[in-house]
């Protein structure tokens, strides 16, 4: 019986699928909805054979060691894999896969609430009511900007980047990306959207949003540069990964009206948000919930056991991130 090992407690029906394929017994869970201390993951995961993480957890060589030879799989209930020390499972021959695809709608659906959140200060006009100090209808009150009809920037035009932009169309938006892959015209058009190189990104977006993988070249491709080069009037949207952004620079351009507002669920150091960010009443601040549906989080969950499932039965997960040692 294969011993398989989730590293916090995630929805049920991929508990279940894993404990109906391989035995009650197979799979241990960390009980409790807390990030697992360090020490502990390393001994929990001590002679298993898979491993169901989540993104908080730091996947490297020290935990493979830990680990130890008969791991057979990383499965990360997460897009993005930036927490998994990818080549160094490839150098021990360990697989390691993600869960594209099912969380994109509902992270475009997010990113499209952040939008509308921000140009429209819906966190500031919330917060203004509940604390007792609105007072009457007033013409020049808590103006926003438009959204429709203005000008979309998208850094990362993969799935959700294109799901955005399916959305954009209904807000009869200019639709412009970046990302070093140019798609031929055909599709480009299919999808509505005009390529422009990065420096005309930051100058024409009124909204620009990132869609991007963290990776080295990726990370801080918006420092205090960019927000310098964007419009004054610009709104900048981040559901990507928080180390994209350098955010002492960002706090400062909403601070000092480099740019009009942002809109962040992403963090350079989750969960701490820097101070400054948070001193920023045009700033609307989520807790990393982009994928956070019930149906959505139950899906990544499935499809992270049904890629461990594939493993343990000697067959290639659909989504491994490194093929090529299989
Ligand atoms: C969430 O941030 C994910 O990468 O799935």
Not at 293 to 302: D, G, I, L, N, V
Request: one cysteine or more; hydrophobic letters at 45%.
């Amino acid at each position: 019986m294969p011993k398989i090992y989730i590293t916090r407690p995630i929805p049920v029906s991929a508990v279940r699928l894993l404990e109906e394929t391989f035995g009650k017994d197979a799979v241990r869970m960390w009980p409790e909805d807390t990030i697992i201390p360090r020490q502990k993951l390393l001994q929990n995961v001590a002679g298993v054979d898979a491993i169901l993480a989540i993104l908080t957890e730091r996947i490297d060589d020290e935990l493979f060691d830990a680990a130890g030879p008969q791991l057979r799989i990383v499965a990360n209930m997460a897009v993005g894999f930036d927490n998994i020390d990818v080549p160094a499972a490839t150098r021990r021959r360990i697989p390691v896969s993600n869960t594209p695809g099912v969380l994109t709608e509902t992270t475009a659906d997010l990113t499209w609430a952040l939008i509308l959140a921000t140009c429209r200060r819906l966190g500031e006009s919330e917060r203004f009511l509940r604390s007792g100090q609105w007072k009457c209808w007033s013409p020049t009150f808590m103006l926003g900007t438009d959204v429709h009809g203005k000008k979309l920037g998208i850094f990362g035009l993969g799935r959700i980047g294109q799901a955005v932009a399916r959305r954009a169309r209904a807000f009869g938006m200019d639709v412009m990306y970046y990302d070093p892959t140019r798609y031929e015209f055909p599709r480009e058009a299919a999808m509505g959207v005009r390529y422009v190189e990065f420096d005309e990104l930051l100058r024409e977006s009124d909204i620009l949003t990132v869609h991007c993988f963290l990776s080295p070249e990726t990370r801080h491709a918006f420092g205090e540069a960019q927000f310098c080069a964007m419009k004054k009037s610009a709104v900048f949207i981040n559901t990507a990964r928080g180390p994209i952004v350098d955010e002492p620079a960002l706090a400062r351009a909403l601070k000092n009206g480099d740019i009009f507002a942002a809109g962040l669920d992403v963090f350079e150091e989750e969960p701490k948000v820097h101070p400054e960010l948070l001193a920023c009443e045009n700033a609307v601040l989520l807790p990393h919930i982009g994928s956070a549906t019930e149906e959505t989080r139950a899906k990544m969950a499935e499809m992270a056991a049904r890629n461990i499932i594939q493993r343990l039965h000697g067959e290639v997960p659909v989504n491994c991130l490194n093929p090529e040692i299989l």
